[in-house]
């Protein structure tokens, strides 16, 4: 079965320094993982994508993350944050349910980003 | 413009009323979704369906039904059998069912439930 653990319900980061939300899988095959942003009452936007190609991927407004096999984190960065980062991240890996893909959320890690 | 727009953003009913939940996308995707979301939880699937006319049960459909009459509509009645509807419900969509397609989100309907 398939799983996302989200190490940090809230961060709290200064405007202009960097962003690290952390997010381990687990997975019984390779999986495809994604990170979605929600800002408060909006609906979830996609940042980024991992689907078995390059293992360090890049989004949208700067962010990043890695996929580690052996370490089996997909964690989320970006060098220097922004007050607009200031919102909800979703880890989220694609799982299978008998014939059927279906996306498997991580509970959130709220970014606070001080001025 | 293509996107996925839920209506409306508020709605406010009386318990033991059901109440339907808009969904309509232009995306031409077969692949739509209903997650509710509850603060501390994450999303949880209540339905999907595939392709038109054909439907399947989520991890929390007790309560929900859903119907797929046409590609671009997908809505969703919360029945008075739903113990706690309160709750912000998002509709999704995506090419297919594949495993690396990214899913599309509507605003959300914050749904309360007195």
């Known amino acids: 079965a398939q799983s996302v653990t989200q190490l940090d319900s809230h961060v709290s980061v200064s405007e202009g320094t960097p962003v690290l939300l952390r997010c381990n899988y687990s997975s019984s095959y390779s999986p495809s993982l994604f990170w979605y942003v929600q800002h408060p009452n909006k609906g979830l936007q996609l940042l980024l994508k991992?689907?078995?190609?390059?293992?360090l991927v890049k989004g949208i407004n700067g962010f990043e993350a890695e996929f580690k096999k052996s370490e089996t984190s997909f964690h989320l960065t970006k060098p220097s944050a922004h007050m607009s980062d200031a919102a909800e991240y979703f880890c989220v890996v694609s799982g299978r349910d008998g014939a059927t893909n279906k996306l498997i959320f991580g509970t959130g890690t709220l970014l606070a980003v001080q001025p | 413009d293509g996107g996925i727009t839920q209506s409306p953003k508020y709605l406010f009913r009386k318990e033991g009323q059901n109440v339907t939940l808009s969904c309509e996308q232009n995306?031409?995707?077969?692949?739509m979704y209903w997650y509710r979301q509850d603060p501390g939880q994450g999303l949880r699937l209540i339905y999907y369906?595939?392709?038109?006319?054909?439907?399947q049960k989520g991890d929390i459909a007790e309560g929900y039904s859903v119907s797929r009459e046409k590609k671009e509509s997908f809505p969703l009645t919360v029945t008075s059998a739903q113990k706690n509807p309160t709750a912000f419900y998002l509709c999704a969509s995506s090419v297919g069912t594949g495993q690396t397609y990214e899913q599309y989100f509507g605003p959300g309907t914050r749904l309360t439930v007195t």
């Open positions: 991992y689907t078995s190609a390059a293992t």
């Open positions: 995306l031409n995707h077969d692949a």
């Open positions: 369906s595939q392709i038109v006319n054909d439907f």
